[in-house]
């Protein structure tokens, strides 16, 4: 089952076959950690693929902790760096994970979000031209510009928020591995203040440890003591009276977990439509399917393939004894193709409802940001129904085991022919 660890395995595509036959013979079951490159070996975990055992883990943290061994498969590499992770909102669960979701959800209302809408449809219409592009850097602009606008980032700075996004998510991928900021000089002072606290990258170093991101958190703290929009989630944080540490994981929650979701969302769910293009000629005839067609994207290209829980207690879960400490790994891009939930779940099918897909996760730790990402889905793909599109090169899969994206997207906007 060593497949399902490797990060390899998913440079090709998600192993969807693979996770149909272990979802039939065996539903819960054990996975090696090998060495990765520098990253050294893993006692292994038990792996979770049917969608009714995923919810069960998703809504129970009694059972299944987010807190004890924190969310990804990878172990922190020192008792200090799994003390840090356990204090972001992520990282928690409740009563401490509540305390921490009150204080910033008032930005993710969908009151909040009905207000940035107008803003965020403006931004979109911007981003696309005739000619070729790749989606993925095109798109990747509008989850950045949205955060930086929640968070209260200032426009030169958001290049940063990419660049963060980029160490952590592409950490597998040699082409995302050490990518250099961008054109530092257009920063703000802090922003370049804030860069020259970067360390040097070392192999092994965890990419979301503190010591591999202090820049980022110089900057947090930088930012935190700058004056901020009232309305900024910054904001919330500074009168949320957080410690330090949980002021400098909510920040890198923002930074890099609100920014990953669409960055691989976007350009997935493109390339779903063009390799259906029965669905995509539908949706143009009836885009009033557009929100329906949003939840199939996301199902059918969930931007995060899995999430890590650690057993509290000796327990049984499909059939297998489960030790208190052991890894439990909950695989949403398996749970998303259960057949016993979706009927025909390989068929792409912009008008499936009900859709109980767990893009978004499930139970306490619901993504806090579903109604901004999907405002910014919509936004995107009713800019993207207005041009012809069509492939310009192969899509390249980004190098990870935990996202689902692409590395590149090149394709082909023309003006539509109308009758």
């Not at 013979?25 to 490159?37: A, H, I, K, L, T």
């Not at 139970?363 to 012809?388: I, N, T, Y």
């Amino acid at each position: 089952m060593v497949e399902v660890f490797l990060p390899s395995t998913y440079d090709r595509a998600v192993p969807y076959e693979l996770f149909a036959r272990l979802r039939e013979e065996s539903p819960v079951c054990r996975v090696p950690e090998p060495p990765v490159g520098p990253w050294r070996a893993g006692p292994g975990y038990w792996a979770v693929f049917r969608h009714a055992d995923v919810k069960h883990v998703l809504r129970t943290p009694e059972d299944f902790s987010s807190h004890l061994g924190a969310t990804q498969i990878r172990d922190p590499d020192t008792p200090s760096d799994l003390e840090f992770v356990q204090v972001q909102m992520l990282n928690m669960d409740p009563p401490g994970h509540s305390r921490l979701r009150r204080i910033v959800a008032a930005a993710f209302t969908p009151r909040a979000v009905r207000a940035l809408e107008r803003t965020i449809e403006r931004r979109a219409a911007a981003l696309f031209e005739a000619g070729e592009c790749d989606v993925v850097e095109v798109a990747a602009d509008l989850p950045v510009w949205t955060l930086a606008h929640v968070m209260g980032v200032p426009a030169q700075d958001r290049r940063l928020l990419y660049d963060w996004a980029s160490r952590v998510i592409g950490y597998q991928d040699a082409d995302y591995a050490g990518l250099s900021t961008a054109d530092v000089a257009s920063l703000t002072p802090m922003g370049r203040q804030a860069v020259k606290a970067r360390p040097e990258p070392r192999p092994g170093v965890n990419p979301r440890s503190r010591a591999a991101l202090a820049d980022m958190f110089a900057y947090a703290h930088a930012l935190g003591e700058s004056p901020v929009d009232d309305e900024s989630v910054m904001s919330a944080m500074r009168k949320g009276g957080l410690t330090e540490a949980e002021f400098e994981n909510m920040f890198f929650l923002f930074a890099v977990a609100g920014n990953e979701t669409l960055r691989n969302g976007i350009p997935g769910g493109l390339l779903t439509l063009l390799e259906h293009p029965d669905q995509l000629e539908r949706l143009r005839a009836h885009p009033e399917l557009l929100d329906s067609a949003i939840e199939e994207m996301l199902r059918f290209w969930p931007p995060v393939m899995h999430f890590r829980r650690t057993a509290t207690h000796d327990l049984t879960l499909g059939g297998q004894r489960i030790r208190a400490g052991e890894k439990v790994v909950v695989y949403h891009a398996s749970a998303n193709r259960d057949p016993a939930v979706f009927p025909d779940p390989d068929r792409f099918d912009i008008a499936r409802t009900p859709n109980d897909h767990v893009s978004f996760g499930f139970g306490p730790h619901f993504c806090l940001g579903a109604h901004l990402a999907r405002a910014q889905l919509r936004s995107v793909f009713r800019e993207l129904l207005k041009w012809d599109v069509e492939l310009a090169a192969p899509p390249r899969r980004l190098t990870s085991n935990f996202q689902n994206g692409l590395k590149h997207l090149p394709v082909r906007l023309s003006s539509r022919k109308t009758c």
